[in-house]
């Protein structure tokens, strides 16, 4: 059933696109100009994402095979389907409203009650497909009917949905984050590009932590962490609040000192290593918070990213961040106290990248951000991913670090209590009820 989680995860991608948009529409309202790059954005990722993808998977394959196999479900999924055929006439129909709206020939208040009318059927839509398809699919489907459609699904050659149709739909999420206004996304004029490249497979073992500890007086933080990152890999870490997470991130860089154990890294034993001879050596950390230095610029910001890297990678490692991230170009000189929080949290991201890490640390990237940004911390992480980045992520929404893991390891109270990949813990019972609310 391994499609009705893609489904479910692409379902709260669209509902963040959603909200996003009744954002803006009430932006409209208070007389804010109509932006047509921004909806052009918009307008293409649904057009690629949903009408010419998301659809189309449902209904050549979990609909048609559930047609088969239950009556009932004729009735829900005609009505469905019907919204899937009218789907691209909907939105050419937005697209004419956008151009009259920005020519002056419609008023902005009435583009966005027609967005608000789309974006109403668009959360129907779903909720219906989450409270009666899927159900009823999990319900009627037998064992070959899932073997099909999951084959299809996990299928990463299929030009509809493998992996450079991904790579597609991550690069126009991307444009409508960076182009979004800052109060909901990163307020660019210029999207960038997520440069993604082809990564390569998992291979040796580039972090080994044996019965690592670290005290804070006498509570004992970490009580012999042991884990493993492999070269290439994303693996995250998740678990309560007070779990460990942090401080297992912060002994790591030889920020928190390690009262036992021992933290291999690159086959050298780093344990008794200065947090700066670590990074020196390839860790780089984007903090919980952001912590960006605020009074500094951002160009500085990112060149402090860069201080322990030979002058002659600094402009080019600069420019790629740019090129990812174009608000913090257009900022550059600007304090970085003066950005949002999620333009602070690229900010953060670009600075442990210009460090040109072998192990980039994310801890808590989507923590208090919109849920736009949410979403593109996430198309960032995945695309860091792609170019064959080594991450260990710390993350509050488990739900979305352990989907996009290799593997992942739970944390509680100092102690990790299960891991697996990442597949295998959100299929966990004792997981989805302490961490995803299932």
């Given at each position: 059933m391994e499609a009705l989680r893609i489904i479910s995860e692409e379902h709260r991608n669209?509902?963040?696109?959603?909200?996003?948009?009744?954002?803006?529409?009430?932006?409209?309202d208070q007389g804010t100009q109509v932006d047509p790059a921004f909806f052009t954005s918009v307008f293409d990722y649904i057009e690629n994402f949903i009408d010419r993808s998301h659809h189309p998977k449902e209904d050549d394959f979990l609909f048609r095979l559930l047609r088969?196999?239950?009556?009932?479900?004729?009735?829900?999924?005609?009505?469905?389907?019907a919204e899937h055929k009218n789907g691209p006439?909907?939105?050419?129909?937005?697209?004419?409203?956008?151009?009259?709206?920005?020519?002056?020939?419609?008023?902005s208040g009435e583009f966005a009650e027609a967005l608000r009318i789309y974006t109403h059927g668009l959360r129907n839509h779903?909720?219906?497909?989450?409270?009666?398809?899927?159900?009823?699919?999990?319900?009627?489907?037998?064992?070959?009917?899932w073997a099909e459609i999951d084959r299809a699904f996990l299928d990463n050659d299929d030009p509809?949905?493998?992996?450079?149709?991904?790579?597609?739909?991550?690069?126009?999420?991307?444009?409508?984050?960076?182009?979004?206004?800052?109060?909901?996304g990163l307020g660019g004029h210029s999207a960038g590009e997520l440069q993604?490249?082809?990564?390569?497979?998992?291979?040796?073992?580039?972090?080994?932590?044996?019965?690592?500890?670290?005290?804070?007086?006498?509570?004992?933080?970490?009580?012999?962490?042991?884990l493993e990152v492999n070269k290439g890999e994303l693996v995250a870490l998740v678990g309560a609040n007070g779990a460990g997470k942090t401080t297992f991130l912060r002994t790591l860089s030889g920020i928190q000192p390690m009262s036992a154990g021992a933290i291999h890294f690159d086959g050298e034993d780093i344990s008794q290593l200065?947090?700066?001879?670590?990074?020196?050596?390839?860790?780089?950390?984007?903090?919980?918070?952001?912590?960006?230095?605020?009074?500094?610029s951002i160009e500085d910001n990112l060149r402090l990213g860069a201080y322990t890297r030979p002058k002659g990678q600094v402009e080019g490692d600069l420019e790629k961040v740019f090129g990812m991230f174009p608000i913090l170009k257009e900022k550059r000189a600007l304090p970085a106290g003066t950005l949002s929080g999620g333009q602070q949290q690229m900010l953060a991201i670009g600075r442990a990248l210009m460090g040109r890490p072998k192990l980039l640390l994310l801890d808590e990237p989507s923590m208090g951000l919109a849920p736009l940004l949410v979403e593109e911390v996430f198309n960032v992480v995945k695309t860091l991913k792609a170019q064959g980045m080594t991450i260990l992520l710390v993350e509050q929404n488990a739900?979305?670090?352990?989907?996009?893991?290799?593997?992942?390891?739970?944390?509680?109270?100092?102690?990790?209590?299960?891991?697996?990949?990442?597949?295998?813990?959100?299929?966990?019972?004792?997981?989805?009820?302490a961490y995803l609310g299932m």
């Amino acid at each position: 059933m391994e499609a009705l989680r893609i489904i479910s995860e692409e379902h709260r991608n669209l509902w963040r696109l959603a909200t996003t948009i009744d954002l803006v529409a009430d932006e409209l309202d208070q007389g804010t100009q109509v932006d047509p790059a921004f909806f052009t954005s918009v307008f293409d990722y649904i057009e690629n994402f949903i009408d010419r993808s998301h659809h189309p998977k449902e209904d050549d394959f979990l609909f048609r095979l559930l047609r088969r196999r239950s009556a009932e479900a004729g009735a829900i999924i005609d009505r469905l389907q019907a919204e899937h055929k009218n789907g691209p006439e909907n939105l050419k129909a937005l697209r004419q409203r956008l151009a009259r709206s920005a020519a002056g020939g419609e008023a902005s208040g009435e583009f966005a009650e027609a967005l608000r009318i789309y974006t109403h059927g668009l959360r129907n839509h779903i909720r219906s497909e989450e409270k009666d398809v899927i159900p009823l699919a999990r319900e009627t489907l037998v064992a070959e009917d899932w073997a099909e459609i999951d084959r299809a699904f996990l299928d990463n050659d299929d030009p509809l949905f493998g992996e450079k149709a991904k790579a597609e739909f991550r690069e126009l999420f991307h444009r409508i984050a960076s182009l979004a206004p800052d109060s909901i996304g990163l307020g660019g004029h210029s999207a960038g590009e997520l440069q993604p490249g082809a990564a390569p497979g998992a291979g040796r073992t580039l972090l080994k932590v044996s019965g690592v500890e670290s005290c804070y007086g006498r509570i004992k933080a970490l009580k012999g962490i042991d884990l493993e990152v492999n070269k290439g890999e994303l693996v995250a870490l998740v678990g309560a609040n007070g779990a460990g997470k942090t401080t297992f991130l912060r002994t790591l860089s030889g920020i928190q000192p390690m009262s036992a154990g021992a933290i291999h890294f690159d086959g050298e034993d780093i344990s008794q290593l200065r947090s700066d001879l670590r990074m020196r050596r390839g860790i780089c950390q984007s903090p919980e918070g952001r912590q960006v230095f605020g009074p500094l610029s951002i160009e500085d910001n990112l060149r402090l990213g860069a201080y322990t890297r030979p002058k002659g990678q600094v402009e080019g490692d600069l420019e790629k961040v740019f090129g990812m991230f174009p608000i913090l170009k257009e900022k550059r000189a600007l304090p970085a106290g003066t950005l949002s929080g999620g333009q602070q949290q690229m900010l953060a991201i670009g600075r442990a990248l210009m460090g040109r890490p072998k192990l980039l640390l994310l801890d808590e990237p989507s923590m208090g951000l919109a849920p736009l940004l949410v979403e593109e911390v996430f198309n960032v992480v995945k695309t860091l991913k792609a170019q064959g980045m080594t991450i260990l992520l710390v993350e509050q929404n488990a739900f979305a670090a352990l989907a996009i893991a290799d593997r992942g390891y739970v944390l509680e109270t100092g102690n990790v209590t299960l891991t697996g990949s990442g597949q295998e813990l959100l299929s966990n019972e004792q997981v989805r009820a302490a961490y995803l609310g299932m």
